[in-house]
């Protein structure tokens, strides 16, 4: 399960999924690397930024150890409420243009009741027990 709107322009021949990794310069016993067989589109939509989610499938079976678990999604039409704490960790470049952080980065974060816009940046964001995506508003100076 990824952000559709971090994977815009990109196909599956040149995308590859990382599990179980923490140090994205090592190849750690745990990491697991896949190539994507094919993705299933939600009809996002890039102006509104509705549906930003894509379900990939991947080449093979993961193998779920330690680091590589299930994380069960909530119901279909569940809601999170603005004002609800979140804890969110990741590889994900903190500025445009910039490369991946090498250790994940842990951010508490609060859920708020503004959308999403299409100036909003993507993260993608992991846990040692799962991978979720959020976004980030990018402000211009």
Same mark, same amino acid.
């Given at each position: +399960? =990824?952000?559709?709107?971090?994977f815009r322009g990109k196909n599956?021949?040149?995308?590859?999924? /990382?599990?179980?990794?923490?140090? +994205?310069?090592q190849q750690e016993q745990s990491? &697991? $690397?896949?190539?994507?067989?094919?993705?299933? &589109?939600?009809?996002?939509? !890039?102006? &509104? %930024?509705? %549906?930003?989610?894509?379900? +990939? &499938?991947?080449?093979?079976?993961?193998?779920? =150890?330690?680091?590589?678990?299930? /994380?069960?999604? !909530? !119901?279909?039409?569940?809601?999170?409420?603005?004002? $609800? %704490?979140?804890?969110?960790?990741?590889?994900? =470049?903190?500025?445009? #243009? #910039?490369?991946?952080?090498?250790? !994940? *980065?842990? +951010?508490?974060? $609060? /859920? =708020?009741? %503004?959308?999403?816009?299409? *100036?909003?940046?993507?993260?993608?964001?992991?846990?040692?027990?799962?991978?979720?995506?959020?976004?980030?508003? /990018?402000?211009?100076?």
């Open positions: +399960l =990824t952000a559709a709107s971090c599956s021949g040149s995308a590859s999924v /990382v599990l179980g990794a923490y140090d +994205l310069r990491r &697991q $690397t896949f190539s994507i067989r094919s993705i299933s &589109q939600n009809g996002y939509d !890039p102006r &509104q %930024n509705l %549906n930003d989610v894509l379900l +990939l &499938q991947l080449d093979r079976e993961a193998r779920l =150890t330690p680091s590589v678990a299930l /994380v069960p999604l !909530p !119901p279909q039409n569940a809601t999170v409420e603005a004002g $609800t %704490n979140c804890q969110v960790a990741g590889w994900g =470049t903190q500025r445009l #243009r #910039r490369l991946f952080s090498r250790f !994940p *980065r842990v +951010l508490n974060v $609060t /859920v =708020t009741s %503004n959308p999403c816009l299409p *100036r909003d940046m993507c993260i993608g964001v992991i846990s040692r027990r799962g991978r979720i995506s959020g976004r980030s508003r /990018v402000e211009r100076s």
